[in-house]
């Protein structure tokens, strides 16, 4: 069983598109982090959160403890915006989903 | 600016050489982490460090080895044991262990040929 479960797995989206990524969560956190890596690149970390809402730019993360979930919105899609989306939650240790791959056409 | 850095952040090897791959933090965390990613399969923990000096094993450290000698560094080395070295490695750190002030290094890509 994966403590940490996102979907979609895979997600294909219109430039301009409003885009949602979902994650669950099995086990306690402390937080939970919104990571994101480019086709043969590096991992760049988006947000960390403990509670609530977060907002950078056309990015929001939203978190809500009671029902261990977590959304990751990107608003006004770009091509650009084409990676994987990984989610990560601190726990006694990490735990990470296994990501949702991102596709902008333009 | 506080943060962790690996290097380098593309590292090419020959089949059967040691390798180590580098991760610093300038954040004064206690905990260290890595973590290996195959492709389309999700990340998995090699080895933690809690302390300076004291490391423990994860679920896939074969093949691997690992030194905590001072607070900031956490140096992975891939030995000619690991059967299948090549995939993208991520060092992250944390104050407390896996507590709510964590960080990632932007990882590397090792190839063997």
Redesign the interface.
């Known amino acids: 069983k994966n403590e940490v479960e996102q979907s979609p797995q895979n997600l294909t989206a219109q430039e301009g598109e409003f885009i949602t990524i979902n994650c669950s969560y099995s086990v306690g956190i402390s937080a939970l982090h919104w990571l994101q890596q480019h086709p043969g690149g590096g991992i760049v970390s988006l947000f960390m959160l403990s509670s609530g809402k977060k907002k950078h730019g056309r990015l929001i993360a939203t978190i809500n403890i009671q029902e261990k979930h977590s959304s990751l919105h990107i608003t006004a899609s770009h091509p650009r915006d084409s990676a994987v989306y990984i989610c990560a939650v601190s726990g006694n240790q990490f735990y990470f989903g296994t990501g949702t791959s991102l596709t902008v056409i333009p | 600016d506080g943060g962790i850095t ?1 290097s380098p ?1 593309y590292l090419f090897r020959k089949e059967g050489q040691n390798v180590t791959l580098s991760c610093e933090q300038n954040l004064n965390h206690d905990a260290m ?1 890595w ?1 290996r990613q195959d492709p389309g ?3 998995r ?1 090699i080895y ?1 460090s809690q302390i300076v000096n004291d490391f423990q094993k994860g679920d896939i450290a074969e093949g691997y080895s690992v030194s905590r000698e001072k607070k900031e560094s956490f140096p992975l080395t891939v030995t000619s044991a690991q059967k299948n070295p090549t995939a993208f490695y ?1 060092c ?1 750190s ?1 104050i407390p ?11 590397t ?1 090792l190839t063997v040929v």
Do not use: D, I, V
Not at chain 2, 97 to 107: K, V, W, Y
């Open positions: 690996q952040k982490y973590y399969q999700g990340l923990l933690y991520l992250a944390s262990p896996a507590g709510p002030e964590a960080f990632f290094g932007q990882g890509r």
